[in-house]
Structure formats: structure tokens, C-alpha cells
């Protein structure tokens, strides 16, 4: 089991998001609140998957390729770091991403099951770290991170957007 990451394995800022993982088995967590997240994407009708709550701000369907794309881009993180790379990984700016990520031009069911693959990948991932690999660390954005503390960032990211989801959205 991936222990929870120490306060210094990650950059400050990704705190909010580990704050938010319960304690348990990360991997677990990780396939939970994945069906979570689809059972409400599920719920909402065709004709709310383009809202947004604000001018500017990302439609329901950009949230969920949001959530895809940086799973994406940290699960990379993890798997370079577990395998000792040492190059020091770039940022992904979230705002450009979304704008040219086609999303609002795809269904929100075709998102979802992309984040379903998306999360599947990144559970089976975890699951193969063993203790060692977990506590390797990286550079990414100019900051260190360790194997581990990236399992807890995506879980904690996609529950962060989730909540702006139902408090925002729907």
C-alpha cells in the first residue's frame, strides 16, 4: 500500500489536494472516487454539458478533459520519477490546454469514458510501485515531488473539481 506523503515531498501548494484523500489505500481511493465522479457526470442532460458559470470560465465538459489531461500529465510524472529519470519535467499550462483541447466539441459520455480509461491506466500504475519506487522523487515545475505524493494529487484534483462541479455547476 502507498503510504500518504510527508509535507515535504511535494510542492505547498498541492497540499490543498492531499488534504482532501481520506486515509486508506490510495489505489482504492483512486477507483472510488473515479465511480463517484461518473455517477454524477451521468446525471447531467445533454443540453447543461456546454455550461459555464461564469463568462471565461470552463464549460462541464472542459472541467472533466481538465481532470483527464493533468491525470495525464502526473501519472507520466509518476511513472518518469518511479524509473529514476532525471530530467526535470515541464509544466503544463492548464488555461492554454483547455482552450485547445476540443472538448466542447465532444459529448460529455465520450469524456467520461476517457476518464474512465485515464483512471484505470493510473490505478494499475500505482498498483505496480512497490514501497521504494513510491518514495523516489522527481522534478516537475521546478519543484520535487515524490512518487507517492502524485497518487494523493490526483485524487485530491479530481475531488477539488468535483466539488466545484456540484457547487458550481449543477
Known sequence: ?????????YFEYYGRYIGM????NVCSILADEARITLDLLSK????????AY????WSIKEVIGHVTDAER???YRALSFARRDPAHLPSMEENEWADISNANQRTL??????FAAVRRSTVLLF????????RLRGTASGNEFSVRS???IIAGHEMHHRGVLQERYL
Open 150 to 152: 502524485i497518487a494523493y
Open 1 to 9: 500500500m502507498i503510504a500518504r506523503p510527508q509535507p515535504d515531498e
Open 109 to 114: 459520455v465520450e469524456l467520461a469514458d476517457e
Open 21 to 24: 484523500v481520506p486515509d486508506g
Open 44 to 51: 447531467v442532460s445533454p443540453d447543461r454539458e456546454g455550461y
Open 54 to 57: 461564469a463568462p471565461g470560465k
Open 73 to 75: 500529465v502526473f501519472a
Open 127 to 134: 498498483e505496480g510501485f512497490d514501497d521504494e519506487m513510491s
